[in-house]
């Protein structure tokens, strides 16, 4: 398989990050599937969810475990799944290569405009696996994870039922990359095709300085809240994502960091990923809309046995379509955000028209949810979408200053940031771009009133790819 690639130019602070995703496409498989004897053990669920399977990568550990006759055997699957390397494959040949890593390779080194050998670099894997790397998987343990894969794959209607696999992968069974660009900065823009045929958008965002990448997920194929400033609002909600294929977007996040890092081991380091060690739901969806599987994904990201993030380095971002939104959405182990967009009612409803509540009966729920969270996740941003001549007036800047005071004096320990985001042209027929000089008075104004805040940085907007552009479609 080959993917298209091409210039784009995205870049976020590690405080602020990523909003919204990025456009790209994936290859077509079959659907993930339900597992009809699985009960959702650690959370509510609704029937929907209870009709969905658990697979690998959001069945929990001791879920997991259970699946596969032991925890060891639980520990070697996520020893692969969390470096991007499926298990499926890899204890099943001598190399464990997978055949699309090499087209990652030469994906990214077109992207880059590269004059180098893609056979000259080295895919090799067991240095990754640590301790457990010489363990490996019996033929029992393989033919158990294979019987948990055709479950997610058999139980519910394929996009192409035409397909039929000796092995039940990731790819096959759950997702693949049919598409990726990559800007300058190295900024990497992933379209997944997932198996149920839905396509789902993430961003890798590089910070160089800092050693680290962040990744930004979404939660459902397109959005309910319908924002007047966001394209994906404009598609309507089709489908809430699974757990799985929620977390599918962090293993391929991976997959992607893990080759590029050996590109650039083999002489061409002018731009490398490093490791993914920040995640960001804040891309296509509401997450209060899908909350039983965003909680679970949360809950997997966080696990140490499993992707190992820390709390603190996972943001849900929420524009908190009840007040209850906050406390369904706190009780995963990440920060909270709201996306705030206006303090007043009336013209938050003009902004967000699926608006029920006021700011007021809001903020309580987020305060409520504030205090039953440990002092280390009482951080929480305040995002702002400032559009000239809507939002971005003095007034509606001492509102923040108030809301934002407001929510720290009520909740002990507590630290509220504004983020602010100029407006992205999504062809809307009145709404623009705020200056920067403006920008930088609303900013200044919060600043001097107390409040931290910082103005995000707008880049990929000439690709449909800044926050509020996606609308899941693939640039030529």
Not at 41 to 59: H, K, V
Not at 235 to 242: H, Q, S, V, Y
Not at 282 to 291: I, Q, T, V, Y
């Amino acid at each position: 398989m080959f993917f298209n690639l091409a210039a784009c130019s995205l870049s976020l602070l590690v405080l602020l990050q990523c909003w919204t995703l990025l456009v790209c496409g994936f290859r077509l498989t079959p659907s993930y599937q339900p597992h009809q004897n699985r009960a959702l053990t650690l959370f509510s669920s609704t029937a929907e969810d209870d009709a969905r399977c658990y697979g690998p990568l959001s069945s929990t550990f001791t879920e997991l475990s259970d699946e596969m006759g032991g925890s060891g055997r639980a520990a070697v699957i996520w020893d692969c799944l969390r470096a991007g390397i499926d298990p499926n494959l890899y204890y099943r040949n001598d190399s464990g290569i997978d055949s699309s890593d090499k087209a990652i390779v030469e994906s990214w080194l077109e992207a880059m405009s590269a004059d180098f050998d893609a056979n000259d670099i080295s895919l090799t894997k067991n240095d990754l696996l640590g301790k457990r790397k010489d363990q490996g998987l019996g033929a029992d343990a393989l033919s158990r994870l294979q019987k948990l894969m055709k479950q997610c794959r058999s139980s519910a209607a394929c996009a192409d039922d035409s397909v039929t696999e000796s092995i039940h992968t990731i790819e096959n069974s759950i997702g693949s990359i049919s598409h990726i660009k990559v800007s300058a900065d190295g900024t990497t823009k992933l379209l997944l095709r997932l198996a149920r045929g839905y396509e789902v958008e993430s961003v890798i965002i590089p910070w160089l300085d800092k050693g680290f990448s962040t990744v930004c997920v979404s939660s459902q194929v397109g959005c309910a809240q319908a924002c007047r400033f966001c394209a994906t609002g404009k598609m309507g909600k089709m489908a809430d994502l699974t757990a799985e294929e929620i977390l599918c977007q962090i293993y391929f996040a991976n997959k992607v960091c893990r080759i590029v890092s050996s590109i650039a081991a083999a002489g061409d380091s002018a731009t490398t990923l490093p490791p993914c060690d920040n995640v960001v739901l804040m891309g296509m969806g509401e997450p209060a809309d899908n909350a039983v599987a965003v909680v679970r994904a949360v809950s997997t990201m966080a696990d140490r046995r499993m992707f190992s993030l820390a709390q603190s380095k996972i943001t849900v971002s929420t524009v908190a379509p009840n007040p209850s939104a906050f406390t369904t959405l706190g009780s995963s182990p990440a920060a909270l955000a709201w996306s705030v967009h206006a303090v007043d009612d009336s013209l938050r409803k003009e902004l967000v028209p699926t608006t029920k509540f006021s700011m007021e009966e809001l903020k309580e729920g987020l305060v409520e949810a504030l205090k039953s969270r440990s002092k280390k996740l009482r951080r929480t941003m305040l995002e702002v979408a400032l559009i000239d001549s809507v939002n971005d007036s003095e007034k509606d800047a001492k509102l923040l200053i108030s809301l934002a005071q407001s929510i720290m004096a009520d909740v002990e320990g507590s630290k509220v940031v504004v983020n602010l985001i100029p407006f992205n042209d999504i062809g809307h027929p009145t709404y623009r771009t705020p200056s920067m000089e403006k920008v930088l008075g609303f900013q200044k104004i919060i600043t001097d009133g107390g409040v931290l805040c910082y103005v995000r940085t707008t880049r990929g907007d000439e690709e449909n790819a800044a926050c509020g552009q996606l609308a899941t479609s693939r640039s030529k």
